[in-house]
């Protein structure tokens, strides 16, 4: 008798798997527009954080200047900022009372790019970080004998652990486009305007409507799996054509 | 022959070790190789007069002041083709784009290389990758060119072909200092042998006396260990 109850559940997996199926199959308008929206926001983020991030970890790694042991330190503790926490920050400096209030940034999607781009630059930092120091123990005493500066070295490095550094990106990316907390509170979840992936997820699960959430799911799971294939394909290339 | 450095008291610690000992040294020489056992500083000397490290004590007087260069013993190249390598090096001397090119081929062109140009510099074998590296050097047209060991990972026809170029670039009136472990390299290539041995300073000798009779008995050991 107690045998019912998985098979009442199985049923409705069976049917929310089918319906999620059709969604994704008929390439349903509101859904392509959420996934586009993610990956518009995220995009746009870590581009902001390699920007920022590379700069900033290659000369982490290459120069001496004071405080440089705390700021490793501390990238690479703020590579484990909880997301809800930067968007709280970020919610502060958007909303009318804030220093950016003026902008009237806060509930769009630029408040979500902001946000994400917080969170990841840490990231891009540190990782860039490691790269660039274990290039620079090899390539230091070359590099030096040649009369490059330190920030000439940085920006060589940059270059030369290119394809090192397009993992950094993609981990930055893959963090960005999973993350829910910060995306939530600056961004508000409004259907249309700021409501991305993860959001909904959250949303559909907890009003119990699964469909969209399984297929946002899926897409989510596929776009993961799809960049870190890219970066082992561009790594593996890359060390066939350049060493 | 005009001294054009004078070392005078040099010395190196690191913690309690000391690597170099009170160097005293005047380099008048065109082609000096310098000789010793295995972590007797050899390398530690070339870096301090290339100013790759800072001396703990101690001065170096150059008259006049001579543009360097230095090849070391694993060839370092950026991920890149050959002929940029080469190219990033005059860049970083303030080299005109537009002449970079050109001086950057001749100089591939001198170590037999200018075929493998546009090939992935870190693909090329070890021999091959050296050349390019010297190539690199080549291209500054440097007054002094510091050589740490560039023969000693390579087989004996990149040796061979190595010691070539050195020699040429020798005969273009640069200054060679460099340390080898290859003894008839050492005697094909120097004019006067600087012997170290222990961080000091053992003897300074003509090539041809050195590997007749050298001065010191630490220099007579190591000649007897490496020359049975």
């Known amino acids: 008798m107690s045998m019912h109850k998985p098979n009442i559940l199985m049923t409705e997996f069976k049917d929310s798997f089918l319906t999620a199926w059709q969604l994704l199959a008929a390439s349903d308008a509101r859904l392509s527009g959420i996934v586009l929206l993610s ?51 970020v919610y502060l400096l958007l909303s009318r009372a804030g220093p950016l209030g003026g902008y009237g940034l806060l509930f769009s999607p630029t408040a979500m ?64 486009i999973a993350e829910v907390g910060a995306v939530m509170i600056v961004g508000g979840n409004i259907d249309g305007v700021t ?21 946002l799911g899926f897409i989510l799971i596929v776009v993961v799996l799809a960049i870190n294939a890219v970066a082992y394909a561009v790594r593996g290339w890359a060390e066939r054509r350049w060493g | 022959m005009n001294t054009w450095l004078s070392i005078d008291n040099l010395g190196l610690t690191e913690g309690s070790t000391r690597i170099i000992d009170s160097a005293t040294l005047t380099l008048s020489a065109r082609r ?54 080469v190219v ?53 047209e440097p007054e002094l060119l510091i050589l740490d060991e560039p023969t000693a990972s390579l087989d004996p026809a ?28 050492a005697r094909r290539i120097a004019e006067e042998i600087v012997f170290i041995d222990r961080g000091r300073i053992a003897e300074q000798t003509p090539v041809a006396e050195f590997f007749k009779l050298p001065r010191t008995a630490a220099a007579q050991d190591f000649l007897q260990e490496e020359m049975p």
């Open chain 1, 39 to 89: 990956l518009r926001v995220s995009l746009a983020a870590t581009v902001i954080a390699c920007v920022a991030g590379m700069p900033i970890g290659a000369l982490l790694a290459v120069g001496r200047f004071p405080g440089r042991r705390v700021l490793i330190v501390l990238f690479n503790g703020l590579m484990g900022l909880p997301p809800v926490v930067v968007g709280l920050l």
């Open chain 1, 113 to 176: 790019v902001i946000a994400q781009a917080v969170l990841v630059t840490p990231i891009v930092a540190a990782l860039t970080r490691q790269v660039i120091a274990d290039e620079w123990s090899e390539y230091r005493e070359q590099l030096r004998s040649l009369g490059a500066s330190r920030t000439r070295a940085a920006a060589t490095l940059l270059w030369d652990g290119r394809f090192s550094l397009s993992t950094a990106a993609l981990a930055g990316f893959g963090r960005a």
């Open chain 1, 195 to 215: 409501r991305v992936m993860t959001t909904t997820i959250a949303l559909e699960t907890s009003k119990g409507d699964l469909p969209l959430a399984l297929a």
């Open chain 2, 32 to 85: 000096t190789v310098v000789l010793g056992p295995n972590g007797a500083g050899k390398s530690t000397l070339l870096r301090l007069i290339h100013g790759l490290l800072h001396p703990s004590e101690g001065t170096l007087r150059w008259s006049p002041p001579l543009s360097q260069a230095m090849v070391f013993q694993r060839p370092i190249m950026l991920r890149t083709t050959a002929l940029a390598n």
């Open chain 2, 88 to 140: 990033y090096g005059l860049k970083l001397k303030g080299q005109k784009a537009t002449e970079c090119e050109g001086r950057a081929r001749q100089a591939l062109m001198h170590v037999g290389l200018e075929h493998l140009a546009s090939r992935p510099a870190r693909l090329l074998s070890g021999g091959e990758q050296q050349r390019v590296a010297l190539a690199r050097v080549w291209a500054l």
């Open chain 2, 158 to 185: 990149s040796s061979r072909e190595v010691e070539r170029i050195i020699n040429d670039i020798a005969g273009g009136g640069t200054r060679i200092l460099m340390t080898t472990h290859n003894l008839g390299q």
